[in-house]
Structure formats: C-alpha cells, structure tokens
C-alpha cells in the first residue's frame, strides 16, 4: 500500500518538475530577475573578504527614480529636487548615495542582500529584480591598509548578469596603536549679510559601529568641539540630532575628524515641513578621502528631549547667564599713528622770522644813517 | 638804538642758521635713512631665497578637515640681522623705490626703513608705515590709482598689489588707517604729511592680473 502511495507521490513530482522545465511561465517585466556581480579589484590590487550589503531602494517610473519603503522616506529631501534624479550629475548621485549610507545604518534599514567578496575580489547578488539599488561595504582593515568602499546606486534592467566596479578607496595607516583620537567640530557658516542667530548649543549623536554610543553637547564653551578616543577598529558616525531652523547641515570625514557645518540657508516659500529625516545629500571627495554629507533642514525640527519643535531662534535652548564684570580704562589721550614726519615746519617760521629781523635791523640802519 | 639793531640783525641771522641747520639735518637725516635702507636691501635681496612653489599632496592621514574653517593664518617669516627682523620688501616702480620692511616698528626703527604697523600680509591687512623721508615714504602722495606696488616675503613670494586710494587721515585716525574699510584694500602704506598732523595713507589690493 505504502509503496503504491510513494509511486503515487513520485509520479506527481515528477510531473510537476517536468511541467515547471518544459511550459516556462510567461515571464513580465517585472518578473525579471538578474545577478550583481561585485568586483573589487584594481589592477593587480585585490580586495578579498570585503563584506557588502545591498539594499533596494526604488525603481524607474516614467523619466525618474521612485523610492521605495523604506527610503520612500528620505527621497523628498534628498539632492535637487528641482529636476528628476536621472538628470542629477554624477556628484549629487554619489552624494546621495552616501547620505543613504548613513541613514541606512544608522536607522537600520533591512538589507537585500549581503555577503562577501571571494579570493578574487568577486561578489554576486543573485536574484535581484529591476529597479535602483544602494550597494554599501564595510571598511576593511588588512595590515597597514585600510580600504574604505563608497556607497553605489545601481540599476538592474533586464540584463541577466550586470558587473558593476566598486574599488574602494585605500588608505594606508600603522595599526600599531590600539587607541585612535576622534573628534568633532561644529561650524556656523552665516550669510555675509545675516545678523549672527547662532544657536546656543547643538546636540550631537556619536554612533559606534552603527550604534548610538554617546550623546554629546557642542557650544561655545568647549569651542564647539569635543574629542574622544576609542580602540582601533570601529567605525563611527556623527549626526547633529537638531538642525538649526533655516540651516542646512553638512558632515564631513575622514577616519578620525567629523565635521558638523551648519550653513544658513535663507527660508524658501515652498518648503515643506518634515520631521524625519532631514533632506540629506551627500559628497564623496575623491582628492581628499573626505566624505561629504550635505543636510537640507526641514522648517521645523523636533527638541531631541522634550520633542517641543523649534520654530524661532527665540525659542532655542537657553543659555546660562554669565556675569562678566569689565573694567573700562578711560584714557583722557587718544591713540596716535606715529609720527613718521620730519622737522620740517619750523623751517619757515624760522626763515621767516630771521628774515623779518634781519630786515628790521637793516631798516633800523637805514634809518639812522638817514638820521 | 643801535643795541637794537644789532640784535635784530642778529637774532635774525641765527633765526635763519637754524633754519639752515634744521634743513640740512633733515637732509642727512633723509640720506642717512636711504643709505641704511640701500644697505639692508642689498643683504636681504641676497638672503631671500628664489621663491619655488611647493605642492604637497596630502594623505587621508595628512588631511587635516578642520583647517579650511579654521583661522590659521600664518605668521609672516622674518629674516634678522643685527637683531633686527624685516619680514621682506616693499618695491614703487612708479617712485623707484625699492625698501626693506622690518616686523615690528618702533621711532628708531623707523629711521631705518619702514616697519609693519600692523596686520599680516596673509591675512589682506598688512600696514606699513614709514618717515616721510624721500627715500621712504615721502612721495606716496604722488601715488596714483592703479599704480603697482610689489611686497617681496621673506620666503622670496612676490605679492602684486596695485593702488586703489590715497587719502589724508589726522594723526589720531588709527582705527580708520588701520581697519577703515578693511574688505576694499590688502595693503596700506602710510606717512607724515610736511606739517606732521596728517598721514598720507595709500589703500593698495592685490593685483590678481600680474
């Protein structure tokens, strides 16, 4: 019985593996599915046992890019938003790109996909469907170099296998020291013409390997400035948790600097009012190995603590009132340049008055001759 | 009566001997100051290396992020003799005048050449002043816009400059001299008028075109 059940059952699977190879399915569009092929190698430099993730992000519609859940979020507020993205140059999609980075670690978007690259630098992402994706790898350290990859949006179109470059920068470095000194340093760039309206203090978030690991305050009493120090290996980022109303933010870094630049960005009539996340673009400098990211504010922002919003500079978080007691020196004679002049205004009245006399005792002869 | 005259006549004629005395100090003075400014220019044109532009790559680990929003402006080099420091030389075409600059001004130092009273010729603020000697500063006046002015850097960096402004301060007018529309000129020079209650003050910018 058993056994005519079990023939039963392999007749069945072997009709159904027959029929799944022999009547394809009509396959769309959409339906379509191909595979990334990762290379991270240059020339004769290799670089194994790099770990890359994937995430998909959107897909074309029309003449332009539409995000997905979860970076549906982040699009309006990413590059120009003026024009389609495919019309973005290669910068503001490099740009881009990294700001999705750091969003994507930071809030810790689910990956597509992840894995590592081979003895010869090679990694696939197999099943992938049409649509914008963002590649991102982690920086690797091996000896004395450090490779640091730069985020890549890619797009599969219905090729079948696409092969996409990603060399990823080299840095080279001693690893002898098992501490490294981090620091952060906050800049106000201001209107020429724009009245000083800096906040008093910003709030900065350290995350550690992608976790929020210190919560630090700038202001102008440490400088805007503040350090700290860390064994070797971690990667970290910075994130200003409150954007000063009509500013715009930029992170910079490198491996060890992160800079914070708040640039006053003057109130457009058509800005829209978002709380999460800032509008974010982000520079991948190339000359420098400085990573670049660009903050556009939202109007409004959110108090990290009390989730009050700031509206005003009236309303930012107040400042402790100092007492400075100033003694004011009064000089009753005012400063002078120096005196870079010769002697030379005596000399007419000099000449003027020997003249004179001379001509008074020669008069006063005359007339006593005459006399 | 006659003691009268004769005073006159005398007071007169030393009235007019110290006139003489005074102009020919003066004059000395003039030519001693050229003299001293000629000598020293003749060492420090030696001593100031021919200018070669260095470029530096920089690495990641070089890269400092925090220096182009950072106000470090550098220190002008000097270059000493006899203790003295000069920061380079300021040379008029139009007036031939070709004279060293030293650091720091004092009323001695300034019977030498001219002296930097204040500012940083990399900061677009340098003031120089000097006496109205002819050798000097005595004919800035005769300055007119647009006329070149080269500062020569200690490291042998020849700065272009071309003259935007002359004009007359009093001699108390420091902060007009010194930060009066700072944006619109890089350089100053300024000297005594003849009376001595004024000061000749060039406004000079640099000369991007050269």
């Known amino acids: 019985m058993n056994s005519i059940r079990n023939r039963l059952l392999a007749g069945i699977c ?20 191909g595979t990334l092929s990762l290379w991270c190698v240059q020339d004769e430099e290799i670089v194994s046992g790099m770990h890359w993730q994937i995430y998909r992000v959107g897909h074309r519609e029309d003449n332009d890019y539409v995000f997905e859940a979860p970076f549906d979020g982040y699009r309006p507020t990413l590059g120009d938003q003026s024009v389609s993205m495919l019309e973005w140059d290669a910068d503001t999609v490099a740009s881009v790109a990294e700001t999705l980075r750091v969003y994507a670690i930071i809030d810790k978007l689910p990956v597509r996909s992840e894995g590592v690259t081979d003895a010869q630098g090679n990694l696939q992402f197999t099943n992938l469907e049409d649509g914008l994706y963002l590649v991102i790898g982690d920086t690797l350290k091996l000896e004395t170099k450090t490779y640091i990859p730069s985020a890549i949006f890619f797009e599969m179109n219905g090729e079948e296998e696409a092969y996409l470059n990603a060399f990823p920068k080299i840095i080279l470095e001693t690893q002898n020291e098992q501490t490294a000194e981090y620091t952060v340093k906050k800049v106000w760039m201001n209107d020429k013409n724009q009245p000083p309206d800096l906040s008093t203090y910003i709030i900065c978030e350290l995350y550690r390997d992608g976790e929020l690991y210190e919560t630090v305050q700038l202001d102008a009493s440490n400088g805007w400035y503040y350090k700290w120090s860390d064994e070797n290996g971690h990667e970290w980022l910075v994130r200003e948790k409150v954007i000063p109303k009509d500013y715009t933010v930029v992170y910079k ?13 003057p109130p457009h009539n058509d800005s829209s009012i978002t709380d999460e996340p800032p509008s974010t673009t982000t520079t991948d400098d190339q000359a420098s190995d400085v990573q670049t990211t660009t903050s556009t504010v939202s109007t409004s922002t959110t108090m990290p603590e009390s989730g009050t919003t700031l509206q005003s500079s009236s309303e930012r978080p107040p400042t402790e009132t100092t007492t400075v007691t100033t003694t004011v020196v009064t000089s009753t004679e005012p400063p002078k340049l120096p005196q870079t002049g010769q002697l030379w205004w005596p000399v007419p009245l000099l000449c003027g008055g020997g003249l004179t006399l001379i001509a008074a005792g020669m008069w006063l002869r005359r007339k006593d001759d005459q006399s | ?43 420090l044109e030696q001593e100031i290396p021919e200018y070669t532009p260095t470029e530096t790559t920089l690495t990641a680990e070089q890269y400092d992020l925090y220096a182009p929003f950072e106000e470090r402006i550098p220190e002008m080099e000097t270059i000493e ?17 070709v004279l060293p600059v030293q650091s720091t001004w004092s009323m001695e130092a300034l019977k030498t050449s001219p002296c930097r009273y204040a500012g940083n010729l990399y900061a677009d603020d340098l003031v120089l002043c000097a006496h109205n000697y002819s050798s000097h500063f005595g004919r800035i006046h005769e300055l007119q816009s647009g006329d070149d002015i080269l500062f020569t850097d200690a490291k042998g960096q020849v700065h272009p400059f071309r003259v935007v402004d002359v004009e007359q301060y009093p001699g108390t007018a420091v902060e007009d001299v010194t930060f009066g529309n700072a944006d619109e000129w890089d350089l100053t020079l300024f000297t005594c008028t003849l009376d001595g209650q004024s000061r000749v003050t060039v406004r000079v910018e640099k000369n991007e075109d050269l």
């Open chain 1, 253 to 265: 870094g490198n491996h060890t600097q992160y800079l914070i630049i708040n640039t006053y960005e």
């Open chain 2, 81 to 97: 003799r006899d203790g003295i420091a000069y920061i380079g030389y300021v040379t008029v075409p139009a007036l031939d005048v």
């Open chain 1, 14 to 33: 072997m009709l159904l593996f027959v029929i799944s190879v022999c009547v394809p399915f009509p396959a769309g569009a959409d339906d379509r599915k």
């Open chain 2, 1 to 43: 009566m006659r003691a009268v005259k004769i005073s006159c006549m005398a007071i007169g004629t030393a009235l007019l001997l110290a006139a003489l005395f005074l102009v020919l100090h003066n004059v000395a003075e003039d030519r001693k100051g050229g003299e001293q400014a000629e000598a020293v220019l003749s060492w």
